[in-house]
């Protein structure tokens, strides 16, 4: 009987050598120091009037002029400056932060439903002159609001609508670019077999635009209602010729007539007046902030969709 020798021993699996940091680094992200720079100078370009609205709010009128503007005088009174905006005008500031939250949160909420209303239209519905429509809307985006405010006072004061929170609501519900942006968003974030088959199971057009098509734009709702907040929360010159009663007043146009008092030392103006006009200019931006922090992973979401085809 013959026996077999045994073969050589193979060599054990060589473990494939790990990448060391520097080459992790090479072949992943870059540094790149005059980009690094670029992007340093762009922050500090956005972050310095920040900056300064939050130092100023602590300093007197006096200290306004007589300190440097970047850093704390040596009395700050931030708190005083607070009380004295709430208090001033038996607390009128506070009337128009309401009125201001109400004008923008009724507008962006409007805003966004038409404009997911009419996106959607736009996408997956055709009809007759569907495309000389569309085109249109992209022409009334190229159109600056402010060429509108004078034709819309006069369309408003034949309505009986001026000098009430409409003349400042109804139009901010039109928002051509918000349109635009949810008819490109709903092509790609509604699919035609979901509307098929909630049609085949006897869903109406109304039913499956508020129980189906609106969960699947929120993303995009939400950028929309976002850019609709921010722009009815910092509009100026239509309430400004809207609005002639204080009480209707937004925040833009109240603290104008502030600083108009503060300069022309009017009734009712202040030593103080000018540091409470930086002071509740702080104040008002807060909500945006807020806003923005809740609902930044939704409009991030809503920007993203759409760029990668799957």
Known sequence: MTTTTPTAATAPPTKPATATPSRRRRHGARRSTPLTIAMLAVLAYFLLPLFWLLIASTKSTQDLFNTFGLWFSHAPQLLTN????????????VRWLLNTAVYAGVSSFGAALLAAAGGYGFAKFRFRGDRTAFNLVLGAVMVPTTALAIPTYLLFAQAGLVNTPWAVILPSLVNPFGL???????????PDSILEAARI?????????????????????????????????NNYFLPLIMLNDPDLYPITVGLSSWAAQAQNGGAGASSDMLALVVTGSLISIIPLVVA???????????????????
Request: zero cysteines; glycine letters at 14%; hydrophobic letters at 50%.
């Open 82 to 93: 607070v009380r004295e905006t709430f208090t001033q005008g038996d607390g009128v500031f």
């Open 180 to 190: 635009y942006l949810m008819r490109v968003y709903a092509e790609d974030a509604v």
């Open 201 to 233: 199971d006897g869903a109406g057009e109304v039913r499956i635009f508020f129980g189906i098509v609106l969960r699947l734009l929120g993303p995009g709702l939400v950028t929309v209602l976002l850019f609709t907040l921010v722009a009815t929360w």
């Open 292 to 310: 923005f922090l809740m609902l930044q992973r939704y409009w991030q979401s809503g920007l993203a969709s759409g760029g990668v085809k799957q």
